[in-house]
């Protein structure tokens, strides 16, 4: 790169010697008046010296990213370079923008405490089922499923990875640090992203008897934001933050018998502030049910278009599937009432038992018999919702909820409005009745699965995490659905609360 003197001074070089003369005259009048005048020297040179103490005086101490944080910090955009070395900020971006039309997201640098130290290398301070390993690789997404390599053409098997259920608070993460609508300048912030992994701080005690434990990290991350500017203007209500565990893993009652879980939840500073979560409260606002992850991330719209061809044409032999375990400490489990149905069904209906199975470790267990089949058993899960409804739905294949508030009264803005359009319920107390999910399920014309199916198929971008890395901003995925949809809800809140005043 040429210096931008060098210009200049090949131009000094042709100068015409008129020029250069009444320039070197000059230089020696000035230099002339100073040598006969040193009182005005020295006056220019106290000037110089005040000017220069109270520049250093007003320049503020500055401030060093922490090295230790989760992400590296992003700069702030630069404008022309000078001096070689010397990079001035330029003035941050418009507040709302036509890529950006519901504004803009300030995301706070929190103490390492509160998110990366969180994620432990390693599994050797887990729960029994090591519920948290594998979480940490690859932002979140896990490991690549090179196990479907045999199973999946090579363009499609390269989108699927080893996702824990538990790991929306990386993937939220790492997606909202790298998010157009991303602003380094607060004042220009619609809303505010507070990373804290509150399922991972809360999920490594769940299963201890020391309930502070569980609410430490919780109080210690709202004494944190609490102190900052940006909190107290609104009361947190354009705070939003990401859980990735269900929502009454954080509702501990005041009732000292009811000791499961965090009373995160129900802290008063929590009240007013938004929280995408695997499985929401009903009756709380604040909470926004979203996808749990799955295994499935395309890097670009052909990826995800190939696969949705994929799982549109491939030959389905079996009508039904069930994937699933037992609950023993379950009175009348009704997952085992499907277990045994399923296997007793063979071959109509195909079983993958994940007590015997490996269905955490290897994707083809569970991916094989669910893209077989044109329908596939939801029950409820250890709560509500469970991860297998979005599995099933990922591979085309039709969910069979046997509870309304399995999927009819969560991810609204993620599943169609109409529930008979992409699914069937079967009511549980009719099936332990002797209702035959069997003949409820050929009841159905093909025709009739063929639109179902389609309808889930259609469904598929909304219901997935797409890697931040490829080119998909031709589609919205989950992570686009429910970020928009939170900033368009606090836009809307402010611009309430400025027309009230």
């Known amino acids: 790169m040429v210096p931008a003197y060098a210009s200049e001074s090949q131009t000094l070089k042709k100068t015409p010697p008129r020029t250069f003369c009444f320039f070197k005259n000059t230089v020696n009048l000035i230099r002339s008046h100073l040598s006969s005048h040193p009182r ?50 330029a003035s941050p971006p418009p507040p709302f923008t036509d890529d950006c039309p519901s504004g803009r997201i300030y995301a706070y640098d929190l103490p390492s405490m509160f998110n990366r130290d969180l994620v432990l290398p390693n599994c050797t301070e887990l729960d029994p089922w090591n519920w948290q390993c594998g979480i940490i690789t690859n932002h979140g997404y896990g490991g690549a499923a090179t196990e479907l390599r045999p199973f999946l053409p090579e363009n499609l098997f390269k989108s699927w990875y080893h996702t824990n259920q538990f790991s929306m608070e990386l993937i939220f993460h790492h997606r909202i ?14 809303a505010f992203y507070i990373p804290f992994y509150a399922g991972l701080a809360v999920g490594k005690f769940l299963w201890m008897n020391d309930t502070s434990k569980r609410d430490w990290h919780c109080k210690m991350m709202l004494r944190q934001v609490k102190k900052q500017n940006y909190w107290n203007k609104f009361n947190g209500s354009d705070h939003f933050l990401t859980i990735g565990r269900i929502t009454w893993d954080f509702r501990r009652l005041s009732d000292p018998g009811k000791t499961w879980g965090s009373s995160f939840l129900n802290m008063a500073a929590m009240k007013k502030v938004s929280r995408f979560i695997i499985e929401k409260a009903p009756e709380d606002e604040q909470d926004v049910s979203v996808p749990y992850p799955t295994g499935f991330h395309p890097k670009t719209r052909e990826n995800l278009n190939e696969w949705q061809n994929f799982v549109k044409n491939y030959n389905r032999t079996s009508l039904f599937a069930f994937v699933g375990a037992t609950r023993d400490w379950v009175n009348n489990d009704f997952r085992g009432i499907l277990l045994n149905y399923c296997r007793n069904e063979f071959p109509l209906c195909q079983l993958v038992d994940c007590a015997v ?8 267990v569970i991916l094989k018999p669910l893209l077989s089949s044109d329908f596939c058993l939801q029950p409820r899960g250890d709560s509500f919702t469970r991860r297998s409804v979005f599995d099933c739905m990922v591979v085309g294949s039709v969910p069979v909820f046997f509870w309304k508030r399995t999927a009819y009264e969560q991810y ?38 063929e639109k179902k199916r389609g309808k889930v198929i259609e469904t598929i971008p909304r219901i997935i995490y797409a890697k931040p890395n490829g080119g998909f901003r031709n589609f919205n995925d989950a992570f686009d659905i429910a970020l928009d949809g939170v900033l368009e809800r606090i836009k809307e809140e402010k611009e309430w609360a400025d027309f009230l005043r």
Not at 49 to 73: G, N, Y
Not at 357 to 364: F, I, V
Not at 415 to 439: A, C, W
Request: aromatic content about 12%.
């Open 357 to 364: 199975s490996q269905c955490s470790t290897d994707s083809s």
């Open 177 to 190: 640090l790298k998010h157009k609508c991303r602003t380094t300048d607060p004042e220009s912030a619609t």
């Open 412 to 449: 609204e803005w993620f599943l169609p409005g109409d529930p008979e359009s992409y699914s069937v319920f079967i009511d549980h107390e009719m099936v332990r009745n002797g209702t035959s999910i069997k003949q409820v399920l050929l009841s159905y014309s093909r025709d009739e699965i």
């Open 40 to 89: 005005f020297w020295l006056f220019i040179t106290f000037l110089w010296i005040q000017a220069l103490v109270i520049s250093f005086v007003r320049t503020p101490t500055p401030c060093f990213p922490d090295r230790t944080a989760v992400v590296t910090h992003f700069p702030l955009p630069l404008s022309v370079v000078t001096n070689g070395t010397q990079q001035v900020p």
